[in-house]
């Protein structure tokens, strides 16, 4: 393993599960290598090996075996369990600090990070198929929305607005009878 995964996991200040895995990683022989192309070798058919980095080194590292293979050999595994957070360096007390993080928080939320790391590095369309999770289940297929689908919405809104529109018809009703019978 080298990058930045090894050094967070080889800091002196780690949380319990840093040291943990640092303390297994450092217990398989053979499980650090200097290079990412080294520890990219390692991972093949029916190996145990994984390759663990940073989300886009890792994507990199995907589209770079395709382009030498002409094949999707790696994949990412569905979800991540570490988070790395890149950030800007400001001057002490600048007057623009809360507005860049909450200008990076909005484009964080709304996916445009996302977006633009994915038009920036694009993967190749047969690498990012469909990903298996390890357990294999009877999936449910869902069928995709269509009218026959949604019949049974649209008759909760039917009744819900002629139930409105006789409460506001008799309510119009009775305020008028009562404004006819008032006296003036």
């Known amino acids: ?15 319990d599960l840093y040291s943990k895995l640092r303390k297994r990683i450092d217990s398989v022989p053979n499980s650090r290598c200097n290079l990412a192309s ?21 994507k990199d590292a995907i589209k770079a ?11 990412m595994a ?8 890149a950030t800007l360096a400001l001057q002490k007390n600048s007057p623009y600090t809360k507005s860049i993080s909450q200008g990076l928080l909005d484009l964080h939320k709304t996916g445009l990070l996302d977006f633009w790391d994915t038009w920036f590095r694009p993967m190749p369309p047969q690498c990012t198929g469909n990903i298996q999770s390890g ?24 009744v819900g607005l002629s139930f409105s529109l006789l409460a506001f018809l008799l309510e119009h009703i009775l305020c008028a009878q009562e404004r ?5």
């Open 1 to 15: 393993m080298a990058g930045i995964v090894d050094t967070l996991l080889t800091s002196i200040n780690n949380p």
């Open 180 to 184: 006819n019978q008032s006296p003036t």
């Open 135 to 158: 357990h294999r289940k009877a999936r449910n297929k869902t069928s995709s929305l269509s009218l026959k689908n949604l019949t049974g919405p649209f008759i909760v809104i039917a």
């Open 38 to 58: 080294e520890c990219l070798s390692l991972i093949t058919p029916g190996s145990r090996n994984v390759y663990l980095d940073v989300k886009n080194y890792v």
């Open 78 to 85: 569905k979800e991540g369990f570490l988070s790395s957070f």
């Open 65 to 75: 075996d395709f382009e030498k293979t002409g094949k999707c050999n790696l994949q």
